[in-house]
Structures are given as structure tokens and as C-alpha cells.
């Protein structure tokens, strides 16, 4: 008997069957999905591109595409089988195993796979709501899954030239007019918005400032998780006011990275001074500590007495003393706790004024030095 070759020879049962095995199922979901999804082994992880960046898999997304995919391959099997066989991969598709089977094989599928490190890998990069942002050269390109990022700006960065009035006046303050200081602090914005750490360049604001300065391009660019500005100084409802000209903010810390890269830091002599007497101060702090006090956990000092006796030794050393709230964040810095006591008198634990020295302000002796009669808390 002739074979007509023309003829395709039909798979067996069993050859059909193996075609919506889990391990072809897998491989056909990686195939699907290579553009939304990526695991990560070390952190036993799924990843899911949502279109602007990649997010940690917390709602199963996964697996409920592999329960998609297994029904899927059930409809087909179910109008291309024979009927009783199709019933059975049916039946076998529609459970749950099935899916999980699939989502568990495709994990190490090379699709799929990925390393922590490749995520967030360039801090040149900025991802933006407006797309992916080159902090060299002020390029803005569409989103796209290879660019492995998943941070995300706050806000997209205005047009050039956009005032932002309220922040200008805030930088003005803190750089106390200065030209060079205002641009000098617009270069570190743009060092800080390329993944750099800006706290060393600094040094020459106070740790308020400092702090506020930082929190806030944290939350605008590279740590766009990172949570909402503190206070600002004694207006609590600054940052918050601060928000509606976030966009020029952004444009203004992508100018100055753009002068960073041109000029480099190059912070101006102000700023190299100002640090300087800052770190000098705080060096300071620490002898008149050594010097003047007594560390003890049931000791107590009022802060106006701590501050006065700061002021004489500052002044008889050449050391510029600073203000009280410079003064009582350096105490903090060092550990000791500002408390309150229960006549509202304010002052900080675990430290007293040596009765011995002779250089103390006429005070209120039991302003001076006192131990808890209380407990701390």
C-alpha cells in the first residue's frame, strides 16, 4: 500500500497531549509575557512593568496569568482534540495546580530571569512621569521595560523658566543672598538628582535645612519612595504649600545637574568657610562637653543654663557659639535627650553643668543642675 506523502501524518494522543504539558506551557508563557514580567531568584520575587516602571508582584499577578494561559490552552484543546481526550486536558488545565505548575517552571525560564542589580542600575537616569530623563545631557525618552527602573519622580520637570517663587525665597534665606551660594546649591540639587549623595556638600547649612533640603529632591528624583519633606522650620505647612511648584523645582535641580557636569561642585569660598566653622563649632561642642559637664543617666540641666555656659566658653575660645537651636541640635546629636520636666521647664537628660567652674551666667541655681526626683519618662 502507497503512503501519500503529501499527506501530514496526525500526532498520537499522547503526542497532543504533551503539548499542553507545563513545561511547553511555561516556556509559552515566559514568550508572552517577556516584555511585563521578570523573576528575581535571590529574592524570590515577581516584578510586573506596569508601562512607567517595574513594581514588585504583590497581588499575584503572575499566577493569575498563568491560570489565563492554562485556559486558554483548555478552549483550544477543547475544539481541536478528539472530545474524550480534550475533556481530559480540560479538566486537567482548569485545576489549580495546573497554573501553578506553569507560574513555578516559568520562573526559571532565561526570559524571564533577572538580577537585583539590574534594576536601578544608572544614576544618570531619571524616570520621570513624562519618560525616562538623561541627566547628562536633559534628554527625555519614551518608558521602556529594559531600562529596568523602578523609581519614579514625583512630578515631571516644568518648562524651562517656570518660576518657583517660594522655593526661590526659601534658598535665598538659607544662602543668605549670596549669588554664588544660590548657584553652588543648585549644582548639588543636580548632583543629588543623578544618584550622588548630597549631605557632605552641605556641611555649611544647619541640620534643618540640611535635612529639608535633602528630603525634599529625595522625594522629587533619585528616592522617589522616600517620604514627604519634614517641616520646614517653624512653618510646618511650608513643604505642603511648597507642592504646586514641585514641577519648576525639578527643572531648576535638572538645570543645576546639567552645571554640575559643565563646572563640576566647585563650592565657593562662602560655603568652604561657613562648613568650616560649622565643623568647628561642632569640634567645640564637644570639648566644652568634655570640659565643662558631667554625663550621668540621672542627671538634668535646664537648656537656657547649658546654652549660657555654651556662650561663655565659645566666646573665650574664639568659637562663634551659634544660636540656641544650633546649640541644642548638636546636644541631640550626641545622644542626650531633650526632657521636659513637670513645671514645663525644658532642658536635657543625662547631662549637668560642672558646679566647680566659674564661668557660669548669673541663673537660677536650680536651673542650673538637678537630679530627677522622677522617673525620665
Not at 67 to 75: I, S
Request: proline share 8%.
Amino acid at each position: 500500500m502507497e503512503v501519500d506523502s503529501a499527506k501530514p501524518t496526525l500526532p498520537t494522543g499522547g503526542q497532543i497531549v504533551r503539548l499542553y504539558q507545563p513545561r511547553p506551557l511555561a516556556r509559552a508563557f515566559a514568550v508572552v509575557h517577556e516584555q511585563r514580567l521578570r523573576y528575581v531568584a535571590r529574592r524570590r520575587q515577581w516584578m510586573a512593568w506596569d508601562g512607567t516602571r517595574w513594581r514588585p508582584d504583590d497581588t499575584g499577578l503572575a499566577l493569575d496569568l498563568a491560570g489565563e494561559l492554562c485556559r486558554t490552552a483548555a478552549d483550544v484543546a477543547a475544539t481541536e482534540m478528539p472530545e474524550k481526550l480534550g475533556l481530559r486536558v480540560v479538566e486537567r488545565l482548569g485545576a489549580p495546580t495546573a497554573s501553578a505548575a506553569v507560574e513555578r517552571l516559568a520562573r526559571t525560564d532565561r526570559l524571564l530571569a533577572a538580577s537585583p542589580e539590574q534594576f536601578d542600575a544608572e544614576p544618570d537616569l531619571l524616570n520621570t512621569p513624562a519618560g525616562i530623563l538623561d541627566t547628562r545631557t536633559g534628554d527625555v525618552t519614551p518608558h521602556r521595560p529594559e531600562a529596568y527602573m523602578t523609581r519614579i519622580a514625583a512630578v515631571a520637570p516644568a518648562d524651562p523658566g517656570t518660576p518657583c517663587p517660594l522655593w526661590s525665597g526659601w534658598l535665598d534665606r538659607i544662602a543668605g543672598g549670596d549669588a554664588d551660594l544660590l548657584f553652588y546649591l543648585q549644582r548639588v540639587a543636580g548632583w543629588a538628582l543623578a544618584g550622588r549623595d548630597p549631605g557632605p556638600a552641605l556641611g555649611f547649612l544647619s541640620a534643618d535645612d540640611r535635612r529639608f533640603f535633602t528630603s525634599l529632591l529625595a522625594h522629587l528624583g533619585a528616592l522617589a519612595d522616600a517620604a514627604a519633606p519634614p517641616a520646614c522650620g517653624d512653618d510646618p505647612d511650608f513643604a505642603d504649600r511648597l507642592e504646586a511648584e514641585y514641577p519648576a523645582i525639578l527643572r531648576w535641580a535638572v538645570e543645576g545637574c546639567l552645571a554640575w557636569r559643565r563646572v563640576g561642585l566647585a563650592p565657593p569660598p562662602a560655603a568652604r568657610a561657613a562648613a568650616e566653622r560649622r565643623r568647628a563649632a561642632e569640634d567645640a561642642t564637644g570639648r566644652w562637653i568634655e570640659e565643662s559637664t558631667d554625663k550621668s543617666p540621672g542627671a538634668w540641666a535646664s537648656a537656657g543654663a547649658l546654652y549660657a555656659a555654651w556662650q561663655d566658653w565659645a566666646e573665650r575660645a574664639g568659637v562663634d557659639p551659634g544660636s540656641r537651636k544650633r546649640f541644642s541640635q548638636a546636644l541631640e546629636a550626641r545622644g542626650f535627650a531633650p526632657k521636659r520636666r513637670r513645671t514645663g521647664q525644658r532642658g536635657f537628660a543625662g547631662l549637668a553643668l560642672r558646679q566647680a567652674q566659674g564661668n557660669l551666667r548669673p541663673a537660677d541655681p536650680s536651673s542650673v543642675i538637678g537630679e530627677w526626683t522622677e522617673p525620665l519618662g
